[in-house]
């Protein structure tokens, strides 16, 4: 075979000969067959991830909120360990303080609202039926209705799905009722070993990385720590605002049900663009239940509150650094709860910044590969990769 070392197709792929290229595929497809036939010996690293998961996700969540209050009092003299245990007291007091005070109304608010939902949307649906009948749509409005009536049914069995099929996700091992149990006791231990010394486990980790590649490790490094923190504290700390300002708007304009549908706007809020308005629709047939100027008042604050908090508040709690268009977050959320169930729906943005970041990297090492090989036609621009030229 001729000596091909002056290809830049083959010297690009880091060969010297076409053999070269030749082994690389067929290597590849051994490796690919291979590995669907034992694929089974995946399974217990599938299910040791999926059961870890939960509670690394919530521990990450405490070191970002955590830190931050942590450093602030470190600086103040006292020592980390003694901060953190600080911060914890505090919190765990006033979640248990708020927890005596609201948990009775939430409760009654929340029993209630689930027993009459069924019959507020009734309610609302029958309105809607006898509006249709006294206009020009009133042949059409049967077969309206009947669709309605089918979307609803479709929608509540794909909540319902979904709900199984994301608690399953979590971890097939234990319950669901477990899984939350250990993910609150082990996420706050977890979550104060990185808090107490945030450098270690970095510097463990530095150490098992090749010298050659530590650079390259240090930079993807830091921009998944901001891409992490900014959506994971940012969405949190915006959730709960959203759901204070709705449950001080709400109970200003004389909403029923006002706590619970405040609460539920805020959690669900969580999922980006579409958790909120998940509770946007109870809150409807509440306030139909009341008057027209009621519904008119809840319509207006409802959007007013979303305006508010998309142009003010996430802006400033979040900033615009984890550069994921709006549609794009709308497809990550159809894909990832196709894909992974409710799991997917609540952590597909991180799961698909994490994703996007090593494509990034990889694509900008193939640029600065290409460049070398193939410059003299022409050299790829924006080839360098660190948290400056990434963001």
């Not at 608690?167 to 669901?176: D, L, R």
């Not at 706050?188 to 530095?206: C, G, H, S, W």
């Amino acid at each position: 075979m001729k000596n091909d070392s002056k290809s830049p197709l083959i010297n690009f792929f880091g060969g010297k000969t076409s053999y070269y290229l030749i082994g690389l595929v067929a290597l590849l497809s051994v490796t690919i067959y291979l590995l669907n036939k034992i694929s089974f010996i995946f399974h217990p690293f599938v299910v040791i991830f999926s059961t870890v998961l939960p509670p690394l996700v919530f521990a990450l969540l405490l070191y970002y909120l955590f830190n931050p209050i942590v450093n602030f009092l470190s600086k103040k003299g006292l020592s980390r360990g003694l901060s953190i245990a600080l911060s914890y007291v505090v919190i765990l007091g006033a979640l248990v303080i708020g927890g005596f005070q609201l948990g009775p109304i939430i409760e009654r608010q929340a029993v209630d609202l689930f027993n009459q939902l069924p019959g507020f949307f009734n309610d609302f649906q029958q309105t809607i039926q006898n509006f249709l009948d006294n206009t020009p749509f009133a042949a059409q409005s049967d077969d309206a209705m009947a669709s309605l009536n089918s979307i609803v049914k479709d929608f509540s069995s794909f909540i319902v799905n979904n709900w199984q099929k994301g608690a399953k996700g979590i971890g097939t091992i234990f319950s669901a009722v477990s899984t939350v149990a250990i993910t609150l006791f082990t996420g706050p231990i977890v979550a104060f070993f990185l808090i107490k010394n945030p450098q270690k486990l970095y510097q463990a980790f530095m150490a098992i990385v090749p010298p050659r590649f530590r650079h390259d490790a240090q930079e993807l490094t830091k921009v998944a720590n901001q891409q992490l923190g900014a959506f994971l504290k940012g969405q949190v700390i915006a959730s709960l605002l959203l759901g204070a300002i709705y449950w001080v708007v709400f109970l200003i304009i004389g909403l029923e049900f006002a706590t619970v549908i405040a609460i539920a706007a805020g959690i669900l809020s969580i999922i980006p663009y579409i958790g909120a308005f998940l509770a946007f629709f109870p809150g409807l047939f509440i306030a139909f239940q009341d008057s027209s100027f009621m519904v008119v008042k809840f319509v207006f604050v409802w959007f007013a509150v979303q305006m508010l908090h998309g142009d003010l508040v996430v802006p400033r709690v979040m900033g615009d650094r984890l550069k994921i268009h709006p549609v794009t977050i709308l497809i990550v959320l159809l894909v990832m709860g196709d894909l992974l169930g409710l799991v997917g729906v609540i952590f597909g943005i991180p799961i698909y910044s994490m994703i996007k970041l090593m494509v990034v990297f990889t694509f900008r090492k193939f640029k600065q590969r290409y460049n070398k090989y193939f410059g003299q036609n022409g050299t790829y621009e924006n080839t360098d990769f660190s948290e400056d030229d990434y963001l």
